[in-house]
């Protein structure tokens, strides 16, 4: 049905007109399918046919016979008839030239493939090879050859056609040895070589932890350079070969097969990686089926698609097989084109009424004089068409296609050719002078962009797949890519394991990340591992020691590597800084309160009797206190740390100094009433002052003296010594005499202030202001004394938390115990705040002694 419809489909797409239908050529082509005229002929090498002569029983040098169809060669000479045809039927490439081609069988062998290879070189217009001293100026049959196919066949005919400097674009040979062009300057592909394989299988296997790996290739060129290859690029990634061997293609493998499985059993590896030809797929396999062996089947694209691996009776049972195939591209038109030509050759044995193909009137032997490389093939028909849609041909089509059209570029920038015309087109140019452009060539064709690099190798990568079965029809899955970095899907392997697990291939347990092996036999794979300790780490997954950090790093236990300490510090966002901050803002927000009521009421009783302006200064000072607890948050540095525990002691030491002076008029005023007030005056006013300037300059010159002895933090760090990966990181607290010194000069203030007031006389009726000073420096004092022995027991982060937590507690003791009490009468019972209420401290009048206090 679906040829039917595809017959219905075709005289649609053949006769639009050809403004309306770019296939209009179509209706056109020859029936000829493996030789065409033209102005410049390419020679084609494929394997049209496989051998069926016994080379073993040949004692002359007669002909060898290749008489079973090699369907897959058959369809790549095919597409390569099609791009000449299309190449000619494109107006802007090669304007008024026409390509030609001759295409011969190749049969996988070298006595074979020698005789088309000295006709594409014999001299034009005869058959026979000149032989000269220089070919400078020599005209061969053919201006470039595509193919062969293997790696075996580029190795017979390369270093002739490199002699001569012929171009010979292959689109199968993989071979990295090709990739030399001292041995191989005309030598080019469009397909990647091994070296580029060997590379995405290498990255395969390193994805999934394996490195005890069996390498079995095909004794030719083509496994044995894999092979090496993969053996050489597996070393370097510390993948340990458990076993290598090569299956002969020229003699029964059967016996060696056989021994290659067992060897492979007794490795208990489980993942095989194959770089074999077809044919030796086939026997290991077949093998592999009896023996009910499973594993994992890491496949080259020289069988990876093969039909005759995929159609072997029980392959499904052989356990995962993740292979690679040259990145796809697929040719829109070459269906269509295949099915014409198909519907052609048809109609042509309808008209002869023969089974024999017609003569061609220009095949003459001179012009032809090898052999017709399939007579058979006129016969093909529509049923045919299976072999243009194998998906081995729709991926591996486009690199036939691109080396014809890599040779069309290069003559078409040689002929100096335009979209319309060809400037040099009766010029004579020889085929060394194509070489030299098709080094260079660059185009892009179905949105593929086509060049060489310096060693002839294409600019394109490789697709991983993997085999599957839905219900015994095989697919292949696309899983990833490779261009130089493995792309992979993991999720789309289904393994042969239980539970679908990724499947073990090791010698020994993969150490964890900071262990070193310690190797215990021959194989570097096979090992114990030891834990690098603190302050050393693994340089290489495959080192043997751990590695002592440099100077100024450390690591942490079983590292990889050392690094440069990362310091941490008190950030504004931190629960425990939103937690401090919140509170300061309370206290400021207090303390502002307190300010307001008492600038409000700055001339009253109360607020003189409280100190006056100095209750201004104090409340700044603990403003000043809250603030200066903003130092303790953010990245620390010299000058902040410089000014946080100075601005913290000094801030403090203010306030304590002007409740000291108050409370020296207190302990006057009730101790010594005689003499009171005629000195009271000086004692509130200038007395006071000097008190607090006094103390203040004592405690500033503490603060100086700190600051002058300690070390900036940056001389701090440099000279710490690096035990750590990360730390805390807070101002240096030295010297710590200094910092005693600062707090506990504000200790003494707040602790002699409450001794003066202690044991004060309480006068009867009036306000009690000594109760105040000795509740607030209380408070301070038994703040500062829990917070010293919880102090020295914390981490670096905690101390400054808890320096923090007591400076605003204490802060906080001082407003509450001094100035709340104040601000509660002012609010609650304002007809108090009267001079009578405070006449003792306000006239120094002795206190009554009889009485209540209130």
Not at 74 to 79: D, N
Not at 149 to 162: N, Q, R
Not at 229 to 256: K, T, V
Not at 737 to 754: E, K, T
Request: aromatic residues 10%; charged residues 15%; glycine residues 6%.
């Amino acid at each position: 049905m679906e040829v039917m419809l595809r017959m219905l489909f075709l005289p649609s797409v053949l006769w639009t007109s050809p403004t309306a239908d770019p296939l209009h050529w179509l209706k056109n082509i020859s029936t000829d399918l493996f030789r065409s005229p033209g102005d410049i002929i390419l020679g084609g090498l494929f394997p049209i046919h496989e051998l069926t002569s016994n080379l073993s029983e040949r004692s002359q040098p007669d002909d060898v016979y290749c008489d079973r169809l090699n369907t897959y060669g058959l369809s790549r000479a095919l597409v390569m008839k099609f791009a000449v045809d299309e190449i000619n039927n494109t107006p802007d490439l090669l304007p008024g030239t026409r390509l030609g081609f001759e295409v011969y069988d190749s049969c996988k062998q070298a006595s074979v493939i020698m005789r088309p290879t000295m006709l594409f070189l014999s001299e034009k217009h005869s058959r026979g090879i000149r032989v000269l001293c220089n070919y400078t100026g020599y005209s061969t049959r053919v201006l470039a050859v595509i193919g062969p196919s293997t790696s075996e066949m580029v190795s017979i005919t390369g270093k002739l056609f490199s002699f001569f400097l012929m171009p010979q674009i292959s689109y199968g040979a993989t071979s990295e040895k090709f990739s030399d062009k001292m041995l191989f300057p005309s030598f080019l592909r469009t397909v990647p070589s091994d070296k580029l394989q060997a590379e995405a299988m290498v990255h395969l296997v390193l994805e999934f932890g394996w490195n005890w790996i069996a390498v079995v290739g095909s004794e030719d060129e083509y496994g044995k350079q894999g092979v090496l290859q993969f053996s050489m690029l597996a070393a370097q990634q510390a993948i340990c070969i458990a076993y290598e061997a090569l299956i002969p293609i020229y003699s029964d493998p059967r016996e060696a097969v056989d021994d290659i499985l067992n060897r492979i059993n007794q490795t208990k590896a489980g993942v095989v990686v194959l770089f074999t030809l077809t044919v030796a797929t086939k026997a290991l396999f077949s093998q592999v089926i009896q023996k009910k062996m499973k594993a994992v089947w890491i496949g080259s694209t020289a069988w990876a698609l093969s039909e005759d691996i995929t159609t072997l009776p029980g392959i499904q049972t052989v356990g995962t097989l993740l292979v690679f195939s040259n990145k796809n591209t697929q040719l829109s038109h070459f269906e269509i084109y295949a099915q014409q030509l198909f519907t052609l050759l048809e109609q042509e044995r309808l008209q002869e009424n023969s089974l024999d193909p017609p003569t061609s009137p220009s095949a003459t032997e001179t012009e032809f004089p090898l052999p017709e490389p399939c007579p058979d093939c006129w016969n093909l028909s529509q049923a045919n068409m299976t072999m243009i849609r194998e998906p081995q041909l729709q991926r591996t089509a486009f690199s036939v296609y691109s080396s014809v059209y890599s040779v069309a570029h290069a003559l078409h920038q040689l002929l100096g050719c335009s979209a319309t015309l060809c400037r040099r087109k009766d010029a004579e140019f020889f085929f060394w002078q194509v070489l030299e452009v098709l080094k260079n060539v660059s185009f892009t064709i179905n949105n593929t962009k086509v060049t060489f690099d310096v060693n002839g190798n294409p600019s394109i990568g490789y697709e991983v797949l993997t085999w599957r079965w839905d219900r015994d029809v095989l697919r292949f899955q696309n899983i990833g890519t490779y261009e130089g970095k493995l792309v992979l899907n993991r999720s789309l392997i289904h393994w042969h394991t239980e539970n679908s697990q990724v499947p073990n291939s090791t010698c020994s347990p993969n150490c964890t990340a900071g262990q070193v092996r310690r190797v215990k036999g021959f194989h570097s794979c096979c090992f114990d591992c030891i834990d690098c300790k603190e302050g050393t780490f693994q340089n290489n997954t495959e080192d043997f020691q751990c590695t002592d950090c440099p100077d100024r790093q450390w690591s942490t236990l079983r590292s990889t590597r050392c690094t440069d300490p990362t310091y941490h510090y008190l950030k504004w966002n931190q629960y425990e800084s939103l937690g401090l901050i919140l509170g300061a803002v309370l206290v400021l927000a207090g303390q502002a309160a307190v300010g307001v009521l008492f600038l409000r009421h700055r001339g009253t009783p109360l607020v003189q009797a409280s100190g006056g302006p100095l209750c201004g200064v104090a409340l700044l000072s603990l403003t000043g206190g809250c603030a200066s607890l903003s130092l303790f948050l953010g990245k620390p540095g010299d000058a902040v740390c410089r000014l946080q525990q100075p601005f913290n002691a000094f801030f403090p030491a203010v306030a304590l100094s002007i409740i000291l002076a108050i409370s020296l008029q207190v302990i006057y005023v009730t101790e010594f009433p005689g003499v009171t007030p005629s000195r009271l005056d000086s004692l509130r006013g200038p007395g006071s002052w000097m008190v607090v300037l006094t103390l203040c300059s004592v405690q500033a010159g503490l603060c100086g003296w700190f600051v002058q002895e300690g070390r900036p933090l940056s001389e701090y760090v440099s000279r710490m010594r690096i035990t750590f990966v990360e730390t805390f990181l807070r101002c240096e607290v030295e010297p710590m005499v200094g910092f005693g010194l600062m707090y506990g000069f504000n200790g003494l203030l707040a602790l002699i202030s409450f001794m003066c007031t202690f044991m004060a006389q309480k006068p009867a009726k009036q306000y009690n202001l000594a109760r105040d000073i000795t509740f607030s420096t209380l408070a301070y004092c038994v703040v500062w004394v829990v917070f010293i022995p919880i102090y020295t027991g914390l981490g670096e982060m905690n101390k400054s938390l808890a320096q923090m937590a007591a400076i605003l507690l204490s802060n906080l003791g001082l407003v509450a115990a001094y100035f709340f009490p104040k601000c509660h009468l002012l609010l609650t019972h304002p007809e108090l705040n009267t001079v009578d209420y405070f006449r003792t401290y306000l006239e120094g009048a002795p206190p009554p002694q009889d009485g209540q206090e209130q």
